[in-house]
């Protein structure tokens, strides 16, 4: 098969609103990381999602959806969920809900719950309008490998697998939604953090949410977050403080400023230097895609420090790819 990139046209969103209905796949950009888009009503186009990416049966897709109504025609909805989409849709926040029984078993993995967000790039959003279809969108990119944040990252890991790429830049976030399972709407449980935080939650709700990503038991409320996710294939070593020296085959990944360290140059990637966390989380994974492929020994990273604007949602990207360090 033939992968194209191509773009966002309005002749190119109707062939592609037209290619969704028919059951194929387009991987497109949203505002957190590329997608890898079917008919979400579809069990068979569902099917085509998990076999393009070598994705477990056991890691459920998210439904996207345009609109607040569609996402209450597709769930059990509550008031929390209400004044949570009026609030942040859309917007980088999933929610779990109970299933209609519309959906298909594939998508939800079999579970009687469903994940749906309104995402809010404009280019995934003029493909969700023309096609008026809920479509499920994992991140595009083959399972367990850094999230695609370019339609070249797409490319890299789905070549060949997919036909369409939809190009819409750089996706501005940089990592994905945070999602909130809201099955017990008196107790809303975040599952996996992102750019919308506890914080941001609580504040609408008046409560905040209980933090259910934090152990291995907690994780397995959220199927498919217990994998190994994010990781590139050079081993990435969480570090507290820069290491003492830095080879040639290494590099160190850092978000505030270095002192004079007699490291090699263009070893160091900054991913910001003031505490900014948007601007990090912006380059998290591209940087980690560059490093990858420059075939090093390590990569060293520091721990996010306490301070990063984000620093839960980062946090937790590398803590899943990484293996953390005290040696150096
Ligand atoms: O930002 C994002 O959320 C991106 C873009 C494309 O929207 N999508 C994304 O999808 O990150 P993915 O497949 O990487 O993450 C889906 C995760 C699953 O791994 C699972 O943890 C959670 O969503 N999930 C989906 N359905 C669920 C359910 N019924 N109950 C609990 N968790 C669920
Ligand atoms: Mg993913």
């Not at 498919?224 to 160190?252: C, F, I, N, W």
């Not at 989380?281 to 895609?289: D, E, H, N, V, Y």
Request: aromatic share 6%; hydrophobic share 40%; proline share 11%.
């Amino acid at each position: 098969m033939n992968t194209r990139i191509v773009e966002p046209t309005p002749e190119i969103i109707t062939l592609l609103a037209k290619h969704l209905h028919e059951g194929g796949l387009v991987a497109v950009p949203a505002e957190t990381v590329y997608g890898l888009a079917a008919h979400g009503l579809d069990a068979d186009a569902c099917g085509r999602i998990f076999a393009a990416k070598q994705r477990p049966a056991d890691d459920p897709l998210i439904l996207h959806v345009a609109t607040t109504p569609q996402a209450r025609s597709l769930t059990r909805w509550n008031d929390a969920a209400e004044i949570l989409a009026e609030r942040f849709w859309p917007g980088p926040l999933t929610l779990v809900l109970p299933k209609d029984h519309a959906v298909p078993d594939i998508a939800t993995s079999g579970l009687p719950s469903v994940a749906v967000r309104s995402p809010q790039h404009p280019v995934f959003r003029s493909l969700l309008e023309t096609s008026g279809l809920p479509l499920a969108a994992p991140s595009a990119n083959p399972f367990g490998y850094i999230s695609p944040t370019t339609a070249a990252h797409v490319l890299q890991g789905l070549d060949g697998r997919i036909p369409y790429i939809l190009d819409g830049g750089p996706c501005p976030i940089g990592i994905e939604s945070t999602i909130l399972d809201l099955r017990d709407p008196a107790a809303p449980k975040l599952l996996r953090p992102g750019a919308i935080t506890a914080e941001d939650i609580a504040e609408v709700l008046g409560t905040p949410p209980l933090i259910g990503y934090q152990s291995p038991a907690d994780r397995r409320l959220a199927p498919g977050l217990q994998h190994k996710h994010y990781s590139p294939r050079t081993p990435l070593v969480m570090v507290a403080s820069p290491p003492a020296a830095l080879a040639k085959d290494e590099a160190y990944v850092h978000f505030t400023p270095l002192a004079a360290l007699d490291y090699p140059a263009n070893n160091c990637r900054a991913l910001s230097l003031d505490g900014n966390g948007e601007e990090a989380a912006q380059k998290l994974f591209a940087t980690l895609r560059e490093l990858d492929q420059a075939k090093l020994a390590t990569i060293y990273i520091e721990n996010p420090p306490p301070q990063l604007k984000w620093r839960e949602a980062i946090f937790d990207r590398l803590s899943r790819a990484a293996v953390k360090s005290n040696a150096r």
